[in-house]
Every structure is written in C-alpha cells, then in structure tokens.
C-alpha cells in the first residue's frame, strides 16, 4: 500500500494537515472535498479548516541529472520524488544553434561576424543548461509550500567537501580525524573512479583505498595519492611502487597518474549550480539548513536505508530523526519537458530560416500540448477509455500518447485530467521492506584495508 499522504487545502486554499489517502476517498466520495490537483494529488476542502496545522520540512538533494525531494515530519516521511531535469538536453540544444550560427559567419554571407565587447553578464551568471536545474528545484520548492505548511528547508550544499581534503587544518583538525571525513573520502573516490578498480576496470565486489605511492616508501595520505582498488589487486601491489607493479603496463600507469590528479570536475560545476540555489531558496524567506554529501551518506548507512535519490533527501543534514522508516513509500517520478519553444521560424540544417512562421497560439478548445486527458472514445478501432498525454492542432483532431500506442482523437473525446506545467509525471517502485541497519564503523583517518561496498 502506497503510504505517500494526501496534501489538503481548505476552502480558502490555504494548507491543512495531510491525510492518509484513504481518508481522502472517504472526503471525496461523502462529496466533502473536491480534487485540486493530480500531481502531486491534493483536495481541496468545501469548508475552513481551523485545526492546528503540524509544521513540515522539505529536504533537497541536488544532482546533474536528478535532484530527490522530500516533504518530512519528524520522523515520518509524507511525501517523496525524484526529479529529473533536462539541462543536458539544452546543452545540446545551444551547442546545435552555436554551431549553425557559426557555419553562416564562416561563409560569404551577409551576415555580420561574431561581436564579443556588447556581451554583459549579471554577477553569479550561471548557463541556462545549469539555471534550468535550479528553476525546476525553485518551482517545486513553491508549488510545495502552497500545498502544504512547508517552514524549513534542508539542502545538500556540496556533495564532496574537496577543501577541507586538501588542507586538514582549515577548520580544525579534529573534524578532519573524525568518521564523518572517512564518508566524505570515501564517497569522493567513489564519484572520482566510478566505482571501478583502477588496476583491472572490475566493478564486482569490495574496494579497498589504496595509497598509489606506498606509505612505506614516501607516500602521504593526501587525497590525490589514494585510488580504488580491488582486495585482490590491493593485496598484490602490496607495498611496491606504482612502476614496478605496472611494469608491464605503461600505459594504464599513465592513465591512473592522470586520473588520481584530475578534480573531480562534474562535482565541481554541479557545487557551483547548489551555491546559485542556495541564494534561491534563502530568498523564499524560510529557514534553511545545509548539509554535505558525506553527512548525507553517513544518516543513511546510519538509519540502514537503501540508495535511492529521494532516500538521500531524506536524510539530508543534521535534523535527520534517529528513526526513519521508508516502507510503503512509492516515490512520485517528475521529468522536466519545458514548455515549448520561442524560435518563430524553423531553419534548414545549414541554419537558414526556412517556412512560414509558426503560429503563436497555444490552446485550442481548451487544451494544449502537454495537457494530460482522459479519452473517451465511444467507437472506432481505438473505442474505449485511454489516458495520455496530447498534442492539440488547430482542427481540433488531437495526437494522444498513451503508455502503449499514440493515434488521433476528437477534443469533443477528451477530459482535462492534469494540466501542461512543464513536467511529466509517473510513479517509481514501492519500497516493500527496510533493510538491516549498518553500524557505523569508526575508523582512523585512512584505512588502507578498509572495504568499500558500492
């Protein structure tokens, strides 16, 4: 049974307490309540609620491709999802249109040549394939906070503390020696290696930290002198210099001492696009509090939580409860589709506009593309009832999208179910169980033989 709670709003739309969705079908069929909205699915009352409402808090954890949220309450979790953005699809998108406008410049054409001098850029300019993560984050953090009494935010700042790695001492040593910095390591080579063993490309098994220089023979416990390794590859390197072990490989010597000094350079420009959405969620006026990845890792090896992008943003910094449990929670899986597009004439593949302009109007008999509607088709190959996604013409002769198949129908055919806002909506697996809680191992600051699981 899906236990994710129903988002309630009295008569005046302000929010209420969540209900268990069985009490919201009991409100809806005594007619006591009404649906507002499907995703995520809201009533509204018929009447002013006046009870006292039970303070909520939303924890984000940003990421490249999806960012997880999740709505909590002390120690219970109202609601989760994962979001998925479309920045790469616009990176690709502006590298296109780059290229064709360049392609015209290089020919004898009439066009003018690049000019770079009129070009300003606001402080803290980000690209757009990065803004559109932090305005997806930013609308959904409001659409919460209008549908349920949201009063705190929970962010995971950055996912690997690389400053305190390099210098120990920038904020005690202490913190450095303690078993909060073992997670922030050992997450870093994780992301750094992706999860494979530098020596034999495995991805199977445990991961030891090995020193690439051996601490015998003049190695430090820096950061760019650990790597992963696998305990078999672990164990016969054993103390012996990185030459003499890959003797018969120069080549993947060479790529390791190029791969253990690189920065880990997705972190860095995905901690670069969290700083921008820390600034926009401080401007919703509510409270926020940060939290690193290793912290984040480091509640849910505590509370035995499995992986999962709405898992971490639940246990994202230090308000995380002593107790969480997640069974029953099926989160609700948004993707970011954009809404439309602002060119007003195609171009050919050289770049040249080419077609009549498009046409500016949206809706047509009430629907526009996007829309999500319930057909009811009374006869035909397709009679019967579908549900999918549209895109309207001027006609009114729509193209539905359904799950499994995509034909025409009629507008006279189709009901509103939920409105174009940008996103897509479907839901992910239910969590059936917990898994058994890990104690936390308390280790020195590197432990070379310590096992890494993935």
């Known amino acids: 049974m899906n236990k994710n709670a129903v988002f309630v709003l009295d008569t005046n739309k302000k929010p209420c307490n969540r209900v268990h969705p069985a009490v919201a079908r009991k409100l809806l069929t005594e007619g006591k309540a009404a649906v507002f909205r499907r995703y995520p699915f809201t009533i509204i009352l018929k009447e002013e609620c006046k009870d006292e409402v039970k303070e ?53 054409t009439r066009y003018r040549k690049p000019r770079f001098f009129n070009r300003k850029r606001p402080k803290g300019w980000l690209p757009p394939s990065l803004m559109s993560r932090v305005y997806n984050i930013e609308s959904w953090v409001k659409k919460l906070c209008r549908l349920a009494p949201i009063t705190a935010i929970s962010q995971e700042l950055v996912r690997f503390d690389t400053q305190k790695m390099v ?98 350079v997705d972190a860095a420009a ?57 069974k029953g929670y099926q989160p609700l899986l948004i993707k970011a589709m954009g809404r439309g597009t602002r060119q007003m004439v195609n171009s050919d593949k050289y770049g040249f506009p080419r077609g009549a302009p498009k046409l500016q109007q949206k809706s047509f008999f009430g629907f526009q593309t996007g829309d999500m ?40 055919y189709c009901q509103h179910i939920h409105k174009s ?8 697996e239910l969590v059936k169980q917990k898994l058994k809680v890990v104690k936390p191992v308390i280790n020195q600051l590197i432990n070379p033989n310590q096992r890494l699981p993935l």
């Open 56 to 108: 909520l808090r939303v924890k984000i954890d940003p990421g490249a491709k999806t960012t997880g949220l999740a709505v909590v309450s002390d120690s219970n979790i109202v609601w989760c999802a994962e979001l998925e953005h479309r920045g790469f699809q616009i990176r690709d998108k502006l590298n296109d249109r780059r290229t064709q406008r360049c392609n015209r410049r290089n020919r004898k």
């Open 167 to 264: 210098n120990p001492e920038i904020n005690g040593i202490e913190y450095q020696k303690g078993e909060l910095f073992a997670y922030e390591v050992r997450e870093y080579l994780l992301e750094k290696f992706n999860r494979t063993c530098v020596y034999c490309n495995t991805k199977e098994g445990f991961f030891n930290l090995d020193h690439f220089y051996p601490k015998s023979k003049g190695g430090s416990d820096r950061v760019s002198n650990l790597v992963l390794s696998c305990v078999e590859c672990n164990q016969k390197k054993d103390n012996q210099l990185p030459a003499d072990f890959l003797s018969d490989r120069p080549l993947l010597l060479a790529i390791i001492e190029k791969q253990r000094k690189q920065p880990l």
């Open 270 to 326: 995905v901690n670069a696009t969290r700083w921008k959405l820390k600034e926009v969620l401080e401007n919703t006026g509510l409270s926020v509090e940060l939290g690193s990845g290793g912290l984040t890792k480091f509640n849910r090896r505590r509370l035995g939580i499995s992986k999962s992008h709405w898992t971490d943003a639940a246990c994202v910094g230090s308000s995380t409860p002593n107790s969480l449990n997640i």
């Open 373 to 412: 509607v319930k057909a009811v088709i009374p006869k035909g190959k397709y009679a019967g009832t579908h549900t999918g996604r549209i895109a309207v013409r001027k006609k009114g002769n729509f193209k539905i999208k359904t799950s499994t198949q995509t034909f025409d129908v009629n507008h006279k």
């Open 421 to 428: 806002d940008g996103f897509a909506y479907s839901f992910g």
